[in-house]
C-alpha cells in the first residue's frame, strides 16, 4: 500500500486543492448570498420573476420541478417564445453560479474522497498539523454554510426552470448541466440531513478533526473571571518575563477565532452525530451551544442551531436522547450567554486599554508579546461579532428571564472598537519594529533549533528532507541588514512546504514503524517548532494578512443599521464622544469583504462605506460645530451683559436698593457665573466644554482616514462647519428684520463676533485646526455683497439698512447731519422711528462698522452711495434739460436783477433741485464719516502702510501731461480707498463718468447750467419753514447746509468727466458770483417768509464757500464749532485761507462778511432763547 500511496501524496496535491478550494467556496458562496438578497428584495429581484403573465408558467415550474420535460415546453411555448432570449440574459449570472456551485460540489467531494483513502484522519490534529486541520474543517464548514444558504434562496426553482425552458427554446435542447441541478436543489431542500447523509462515509475524517477540538475549545471558552484570575494579555502581571517572547505549544491556535472554533464544532457535530456516544465530545458540544442561540454561515446569514438540529436530531432515533440536550442547552443560552459575552467586552475593554498604552509608550515591545495582541484582537473581534448577530437576531422561542433586546445594546461599544482600531494602528507603524525581531529570532533561534532537529531525523524520504533542509537554508541567510535596506520578504513558499509536509506525514502516520517519514505525533517537538516558525515569518512579511484575520470588522457593512445605531449612540453618549472615530475607521475594512469571483458587488460595497464614513465624519463634525455654537452663544450672552447700555438698569438699581422688599431676588451681576461653590457641582457649560474636548480628541485622533482609493480628512470636515456656521452666525448676529428695520448696532454686533473668535481660537488647543484661515475665508466673504453660497453678508444687510433706511429718513427730515457731533441726529422721538440715528452713525458705530466689514465692505458701501448719487445727478440734469432755456439766459444775464427776477419765475421744479442737492448732500456727508472712520480704524491697524499713502498724497507731483495726470488719478484712488479725502472725489467720477451718454461739450454746459440752476436756487429755502439753523447741531432742519458739501463735490466731479478739470476754480467763482448775487437780491425782499429765513440761508452760502475746498490736512472743522462769537472770523479766515479755489478776497468782493456774522449771531440768539 505505501508503495502505491508514495506517489498519490505528492501526486494529488492535497494541500494546494484545500487552499483553492476554500477560497473557491467563499467565492460561490458571495454570489449565492448576492442571489439570495437579490430575490428577496422585490426591486432587485429579475423582473420574469413577477410578471403576471408568467406568473402560471413559474407556478406550474416549482410544482413539477425538476421535472421538466418537452411537453412543460411545448405548453409553455406561446408564452415564453417572445422572452426567451430576455430570460436567457437575465437569467444567465444566476443559473451559471448555480452550475459552479454544482462544480465545486463535486470537486470538493472527489478531495473528501481522495483524503478518505489516503487516511488522513491519522493526521488531522489542529495542535500539531495546524494548516491542514485548519484548512480541512474551513472546507466542510463552508461547504455546509453554503449549502443552508442555497436551501434559502426562494426564487431558485423558477430561475432554474425558466432559464432551462428558455434555452430549450432558443437551442432546440434544455442546458446539459440541469438534469444535476434539479435534484441537487431538492435534495438540499433539508440541509442538514443531506449533508449527514454527504459526510456519512467521511466521518472518520470528520471525527479526527473535530476530536482535536476537545482540548483546544475548553481552553480558549472562558469566562471574564478566568481570564481576570489567569491575568490573560496583562504584559505587567509578570514584569521579570516582560522582555521574554510569548510562546506556546499551540501558538497558531492562541488567536484562533474563537467564534470560528465553535462553527467547526456545531458543524462538525452535526456532520458526524456519532462522535457524541463520547462524554467529552458531549461535554464540548453542550459548551459550545451555551454561549449563544445563532451561528454565523456568511455575512449577517445565521441559522438558528439549536432549533435545526434538534429537528435533526429529533429524525433519527440513535439521536433523540441528544435532542433534549440541545433544547435544554438553547434553554440556558438565552438566559446566560448575554450576560457571559458582557462580561468579556467588559473585561477586554481594560485589558485592550492598558495593551495601547504600554505599547504606545514602549512600541518595541511589539516584538516579542505581538502574540498578546494577536489574541486581544481577536477576542474583541468575537465579541463584536456575537452582539452584531444576536442583536438583529433575537431567540426565536421565548424564555422565562430570557434576553432582551436592550440586553444586547453596548452604550460601550465603541470603546472596544476604538482600542481594537489603536492596536490595529500600532502594529502597522511599527512593522518594521516587528520584522528586525523577527528576522533576528529566525536567524538566530529557529534555524538553529530546526538545524538540531534535523541531526536526529536519518533516512528522511526525500520530500520531506528536501522540504526542510531548504527551510534551514532560507531561515539562516535572513540579517537585519536586509530590513535596515528595505527588502521585500516572501515567505509564501516556506509556510507551503510546511502544508506540504503535513500532508506527505500521513504515510508515516499510517505505516507506522515500519516508515522512514515522521510521524508528528511523536515528535511534537518538530510541528510545534515549524508552527513556531511560520508564525514569526507572518510576522516579517504577512502581519497586515495577520492582522486583517484577526480583527477584521467588515462585517459592519452588512449590519449597517446597527452601525449607524451605535454611531449615534456614541454621539449621544459624551462619555464615549472620544472614542467614535472608530466607526470612521472601520469603514476602511470594508474593502476586504469583496472577492474576486463576485466582482460585481465590489461597486455596491464601495459606495456604501463611501456615503457612511462620509456619513460619520459630517456627523461628528456637525455635533462638535453644534456644541461650539452654545457655547459662543453663551459667551455672546455674557458679553452682551458688559456693554454700557446695561450699566443704566445696575445704577438705577443701586439707588433703589433700600427701597427693595426684603424676599426679592437681586439681580446677578456680570461675572457671577465665575464664582465656584464645589469643584464637583459641574455647570452646563463645563459639560459642553467637556463633551467639546472628548470629540475634538476622536477628530483629531488621525489626520486621514483611507477608505478604498479615497482619503478623508476629519479635520476638514471640522473646518468646514466651523466655517459654514461662523458665516451664518455673523449674518444671524446683524439680527436684520426687514420688515420693521431693525438692525444690531455695528460696536454691539464687533463685541459679539470677538466674542465668537475667541471661542473659535480656542478650538485650536483641541484640534490641529487653522482657525486663522476660517477667520481670513470668512471675514474676507463678509467683505463682499455676498458671499461663496451666494448669501447675504454683513456687508450687504448694512449696506441696504443705511442706504434704504437711515439716509431716507435722513431725506424726510427726521434726521440731520452734524459736522459738529459727526454723526446723524434724530430730531424726533426714538418711539417714532424706531432707532436713534445717533446710535448707528457716530464715531463709535462708523469706527466698529469699518471694522467689520474693512476697506473692501467700505469700498461696497461707497460703490452703492456713488450709485444713490448718480441717480439724483440723472434726475437733475433731465430738469436741466426741462428749464434749458430759461438757465441760458440767466447764465448770460446774472448782473440784471429785474431780469433774472422774470427768468427764475420760469423755471420748474426748484424745489425739486433743492432737494436732491440735499439728498446728494447727506449721502456725502454720511460718505465722510464712513471715510473717516476707516481712516481711524486703518491707522490703528496698519500704521507704516498708511503713513506711506498719506506721504504719496503730499509728495505726487502735480502737472498737464498725460503721465502725471495717471499717476495723480492713482494716488488719488489710493487715497480714497484708505479713508482720506480727496480735492476731487475719484469715486464720485467714476460713477458719473459709467453714466455719461452725451459728448464731451454737451456734458460741460449741462453741468454749467445745472450749476446756474442750483445757484439761483438757492434764496428759494429761504421760503421753507424747515430752513431753520439749529447751533447745537451746525446744521439746518431741513439738512439745507448737505447742498455745500453736494456743490462741493458734484461740480468738482462733474467737470473733471467733461474733461474740464482745469476749469473747476473757474466755474466755482461763476457759481459763487450767481449764489451771492441771488442772495444779495434776496436781502431787498420784503415777504415776511423770506425775512423770517433769511440769516439762515446767508449761513449756508458760507458753508458752500467752506466745503469748496477743504483744508489740507482733510479735517472738516464745523463752522459753529467755536462758542465764542469773536473767533468765527478767525475760523472762517483760515479756512478760506486755505483753499486752493476761492479766496477770502473773492467772498468779501462777492458779499458783505458783515452779513455773515450778524447772520450767525442772530441764529445762535435765537438758538440761546429757544
Known amino acids: 500500500m505505501s508503495a502505491h500511496m508514495a506517489p498519490s501524496l505528492t501526486d494529488q496535491k492535497i494541500a494546494e486543492r484545500l487552499i483553492i478550494l476554500n477560497d473557491r467556496c467563499v467565492g460561490i458562496m458571495t454570489r449565492i448570498y448576492n442571489i439570495k438578497k437579490a430575490c428577496g428584495d422585490s426591486k432587485s429581484k429579475p423582473s420574469f420573476l413577477s410578471e403576471k403573465t408568467l406568473e402560471p408558467c413559474i407556478k406550474q415550474i416549482v410544482r413539477k420541478f425538476p421535472n421538466i420535460d418537452s411537453k412543460f415546453v411545448s405548453a409553455h411555448k406561446e408564452t415564453l417564445q417572445n422572452v426567451r432570449l430576455d430570460i436567457m440574459k437575465s437569467l444567465s449570472l444566476y443559473y451559471y453560479t448555480f452550475v459552479d456551485l454544482l462544480d465545486l460540489k463535486d470537486a470538493i467531494g472527489e478531495l473528501l474522497n481522495i483524503m478518505d483513502a489516503l487516511h488522513m484522519e491519522t493526521v488531522l490534529d489542529i495542535s500539531i498539523s495546524f494548516e491542514l486541520t485548519k484548512n480541512y474543517l474551513d472546507l466542510i464548514t463552508n461547504y455546509a454554510s453554503l449549502m443552508i444558504i442555497l436551501s434559502r434562496v426562494d426564487d431558485r426553482k423558477p430561475v432554474l426552470g425558466l432559464f432551462n425552458i428558455a434555452h430549450d427554446l432558443v437551442n432546440n435542447q434544455g442546458d446539459p448541466s440541469f438534469p444535476r441541478l434539479g435534484p441537487m436543489i431538492m435534495d438540499y431542500e433539508n440541509p442538514l440531513k443531506k449533508l449527514h447523509e454527504e459526510f456519512n462515509t467521511h466521518s472518520k ?15 480558549r471558552n472562558m469566562t471574564a473571571e478566568q481570564w481576570r484570575a489567569a491575568q490573560m494579555l496583562s504584559l505587567v502581571s509578570t514584569p521579570n518575563q516582560l522582555l521574554n517572547p510569548a510562546l506556546t505549544d499551540f501558538l497558531p491556535c492562541e488567536y484562533l477565532s474563537l467564534d470560528t472554533l465553535e462553527r467547526w464544532l456545531i458543524f462538525g457535530m452535526v456532520l458526524a452525530p456519532q462522535q457524541l456516544m463520547q ?6 458540544f453542550v459548551q459550545a451551544l451555551n454561549t449563544g442561540w445563532c451561528i454565523t454561515l456568511f455575512r449577517d446569514e445565521v441559522l438558528h442551531h439549536h432549533a435545526a438540529i434538534q429537528s435533526f436530531f429529533e429524525s433519527r432515533k440513535e439521536l433523540g436522547k441528544r435532542a433534549s440536550e440541545v433544547k435544554d442547552s438553547y434553554s440556558q443560552a438565552v438566559v446566560d450567554a448575554w450576560k457571559l459575552h458582557r462580561e468579556r467586552r467588559k473585561f477586554l475593554r481594560s485589558a485592550l486599554k492598558e495593551l495601547s498604552l504600554i505599547l504606545t509608550d514602549q512600541p518595541g515591545l511589539l516584538g516579542p508579546k505581538i502574540l498578546f495582541v494577536l489574541m486581544g484582537l481577536s477576542f474583541a473581534r468575537d465579541e463584536v461579532l456575537w452582539l452584531l448577530r444576536h442583536h438583529d437576531n433575537l431567540p426565536q422561542q421565548k424564555v422565562k428571564n430570557g434576553c432582551k433586546q436592550e440586553d444586547l445594546v453596548d452604550r460601550h461599544l465603541p470603546e472596544l472598537l476604538f482600542h481594537m482600531e489603536e492596536l490595529r494602528a500600532l502594529v502597522k507603524k511599527y512593522c518594521q519594529v516587528l520584522q528586525r525581531y523577527y528576522v533576528q529570532y529566525l536567524s538566530g533561534y529557529d534555524a538553529i533549533a530546526l538545524a538540531q532537529l534535523l ?25 537585519v541588514k536586509q530590513v535596515e535596506e528595505g527588502c521585500a520578504f516572501d515567505f509564501a513558499g516556506l509556510r507551503l512546504d510546511w502544508f506540504r509536509l503535513q500532508v506527505y506525514c500521513t504515510r508515516a502516520a499510517v505505516e507506522g514503524s515500519n516508515s522512514n517519514g515522521i510521524v508528528l505525533k511523536e515528535r511534537r517537538e518538530l510541528p510545534t517548532l515549524l508552527n513556531q516558525v511560520v508564525f514569526h515569518t507572518k510576522m516579517i512579511d504577512n502581519i497586515d494578512e495577520v492582522v486583517l484575520e484577526t480583527s477584521d470588522l467588515s462585517i459592519f457593512c452588512f449590519f449597517s443599521k446597527q452601525f449607524e445605531d451605535n454611531f449615534h449612540m456614541c454621539l449621544e453618549f459624551p462619555a464615549q464622544n472620544r472614542y467614535i472615530i472608530a466607526f470612521p475607521l472601520i469603514c476602511s475594512h470594508m474593502q476586504s469583504c469583496t472577492h474576486s469571483v463576485c466582482p460585481e458587488e465590489r461597486y455596491h460595497i464601495r459606495e456604501r462605506s463611501l456615503s457612511v464614513v462620509n456619513l460619520f465624519l459630517e456627523e461628528m463634525a456637525k455635533e462638535a460645530k453644534n456644541i461650539i455654537t452654545i457655547i459662543c452663544d453663551e459667551q455672546c450672552n455674557l458679553a452682551d451683559k458688559l456693554l454700557p447700555k446695561h450699566s443704566v438698569r445696575a445704577l438705577f438699581s443701586g439707588k433703589k436698593k433700600e427701597k427693595k422688599k426684603k424676599n426679592e431676588v437681586e439681580e446677578q451681576k456680570p461675572g457671577h457665573e465665575s464664582y465656584r461653590h464645589s469643584r464637583e457641582d459641574l455647570t452646563t457649560m463645563d459639560k459642553l466644554h467637556m463633551a467639546l474636548t472628548e470629540l475634538c480628541f476622536a477628530i483629531n485622533y488621525c489626520s486621514q482616514v483611507q477608505v478604498w482609493e479615497y482619503t478623508f480628512a476629519p479635520r476638514e470636515y471640522l473646518y468646514q462647519n466651523i466655517e459654514q456656521r461662523f458665516a451664518k452666525a455673523l449674518v444671524g448676529m446683524v439680527m436684520y428684520n426687514p420688515e420693521t428695520y431693525e438692525i444690531a448696532k455695528p460696536s454691539e454686533l464687533l463685541v459679539c463676533v470677538r466674542s465668537y473668535m475667541t471661542v473659535l481660537q480656542s478650538i485650536e488647543n483641541y484640534v490641529h485646526l487653522d482657525i486663522t484661515r476660517v477667520f481670513n475665508n470668512v471675514l474676507l466673504q463678509q467683505t463682499q455683497q455676498q458671499d461663496s453660497h451666494g448669501e447675504k453678508t454683513i456687508t450687504a444687510l448694512y449696506n441696504s439698512w443705511y442706504s434704504d433706511v437711515l439716509l431716507r429718513r435722513v431725506s424726510s427730515g427726521q434726521i440731520v447731519y452734524s459736522k459738529t457731533q459727526r454723526a446723524f441726529v434724530s430730531l424726533t422721538s426714538e418711539a417714532v422711528q424706531h432707532f436713534s440715528a445717533e446710535e448707528y452713525s457716530d464715531v463709535n458705530e462708523m469706527r466698529a ?13 461707497n460703490e452703492n452711495l456713488m450709485f444713490h448719487i448718480s441717480n439724483q445727478v440723472l434726475e437733475l440734469k433731465k430738469l436741466v434739460v426741462l428749464n434749458r432755456d430759461v438757465l441760458l439766459s440767466m447764465r448770460t444775464n446774472f448782473d440784471k436783477p429785474e431780469q433774472m427776477k422774470e427768468l427764475f419765475k420760469k423755471l420748474q421744479c426748484v424745489d425739486n433741485v433743492l432737494s436732491r442737492m440735499q439728498i446728494i448732500g447727506a449721502i456725502l456727508g454720511f460718505r465722510q464719516l464712513a471715510r473717516e472712520a476707516l481712516n481711524d480704524v486703518l491707522e490703528a491697524r496698519i500704521p507704516f502702510l498708511i503713513s506711506s499713502i498719506a506721504d504719496f498724497r503730499h509728495h505726487v507731483p502735480n502737472g498737464d501731461n498725460m503721465i502725471e495726470g495717471i499717476r495723480t488719478q492713482l494716488v488719488a484712488e489710493m487715497s480714497s480707498a484708505a479713508g482720506f479725502p480727496c480735492d476731487v472725489d475719484p469715486a464720485l467720477v467714476t460713477s458719473l463718468r459709467a453714466q455719461k451718454s452725451e459728448s464731451p461739450e454737451e456734458e460741460f454746459i ?3 447750467l445745472l450749476m446756474v440752476f442750483v445757484a439761483v436756487s438757492i434764496p428759494r429755502l429761504a421760503r421753507s419753514e424747515t430752513t431753520v439753523y439749529k447751533p447745537l447741531y451746525a446744521a439746518h432742519a431741513n439738512n439745507s447746509h448737505c447742498i455745500a458739501p453736494a456743490v462741493n463735490a458734484l461740480f468738482a466731479a462733474l467737470f473733471t468727466v467733461c474733461g474740464r478739470a482745469q476749469d473747476i476754480e473757474e466755474r466755482l467763482k461763476e457759481f459763487l458770483a450767481l449764489a451771492s448775487s441771488s442772495l444779495l437780491r434776496l436781502g431787498k425782499e420784503n415777504d415776511k417768509e423770506v425775512v423770517r429765513n433769511r440769516d439762515a440761508t446767508y449761513i449756508l452760502l458760507h458753508q458752500v464757500c467752506y466745503c469748496l475746498h477743504p483744508p489740507a490736512s482733510g479735517v472738516l472743522l464745523p463752522t459753529s464749532s467755536c462758542i465764542r462769537c469773536v473767533t468765527t472770523y478767525i475760523l472762517l479766515h483760515q479756512i478760506v485761507e486755505e483753499s486752493p479755489f476761492l479766496t477770502m478776497d473773492l467772498l468779501e468782493a462777492c458779499f458783505p462778511y458783515a452779513l455773515i456774522r450778524n447772520a450767525y449771531h442772530a441764529v445762535h440768539r435765537a438758538g440761546n432763547r429757544e
Open 205 to 219: 475524517l470528520v471525527s479526527a478533526a473535530v476530536n482535536s477540538l476537545l482540548v483546544l475549545y475548553p481552553r
Open 849 to 861: 462698522l469699518a471694522e467689520l466689514i474693512g476697506p473692501y465692505g467700505m469700498r461696497a458701501l
Open 279 to 284: 462524554h467529552q465530545a458531549r461535554e464540548v
Open 1006 to 1008: 449741462l453741468t454749467c
Open 455 to 479: 541531526q536526529n531525523h536519518h533516512n528522511l524520504p526525500e520530500a520531506e528532507s528536501t522540504i526542510l533542509t531548504a527551510m534551514c537554508s532560507d531561515l539562516s541567510q535572513l540579517s
